[in-house]
C-alpha cells in the first residue's frame, strides 16, 4: 500500500547507488538546508519494519548532512532490482549527468540481473548501440581501464577491438592522450593495416602451396 510519510532521514537505508561518487556540491547542500527536501524520496518499507531508500540518495544524503530531522517520504510496494536501477540512471541523468563510467556500471549490473541490451535500452532510454557498446567495455578489463581513465565510450569500445594487441592499444591510448581529434584515424589506420597482413599472410600461404618462394626482404635487382 502505498504511503506519503515524514521520515527522520538518519533512519532510512542506503545501498550502493549507481552512481559511483555521489556529489554533495556546495551549491545542492545550501538548497537543501534552506529549502528542505521539496522532491519526494522513493522508497519501501522492509519486513524488519527498516525503511529503505529507492530513488532519491542524493536527497536523503543532503537531508542527514544537514541534520535535517525529517523529509517526505513517499512508501512503494517492492519494486524489482532491475526496474529500481534503470528508473535510478534515468532519474540520475536528469538531475546530474551520470559519467560515462557510472551508466557503463549501471548497464553491466543490469546485464547480470538478466536483462538484455534490448530491454536495458528500452528501460532507460539509452540507444541499443550505446548500451551493446557499454557492456563489451564492462567486459573488457583493458577497455575499463580506459573508460575510468578519461576515455569516452567510444573510444574505450575502439580499445576493446584491439585489446588483443597491446602495440595497437599503446599507438590508441597515445592518440587519446596527444591528439584526441586524430584517434579514429590511428585505429582506422591500425585496421587497414590488419586487413593488408591478412591479405599478405593468404597471398603467401597460396604461394607457397603451389612449391614456390616469397621473398620478404628488399633485395637489388641484380641479387
Known sequence: MERLELVDPAQLTIDA??????????????????????????????????????????????????????????????????DRMAKQVVENDQRQALTEVDRAEAFHQLSLLGVSATQIARKTGAKKTVVEAALKVRANDTATAALAGGMTLEMAATIEEFSDDDAAVEQLERAAANDPQRFNHTAQRIRDDRKRAAEIASMTAEIEAQGLTVVTENVLYYD
Open 17 to 82: 547507488n549507481v552512481r559511483a561518487d555521489v556529489q554533495l556540491d556546495k551549491e545542492f547542500l545550501a538548497s537543501i538546508k534552506e529549502h528542505g527536501v521539496l522532491q519526494l524520496v522513493i522508497a519501501q518499507r522492509k519486513e524488519n519494519g527498516g525503511i529503505h531508500v529507492l530513488f532519491g540518495q542524493r536527497r536523503t544524503l543532503a537531508a542527514v548532512e544537514n541534520n535535517l530531522t525529517q523529509i517526505p517520504v513517499y512508501i512503494v510496494d517492492t519494486l524489482t532490482e532491475a
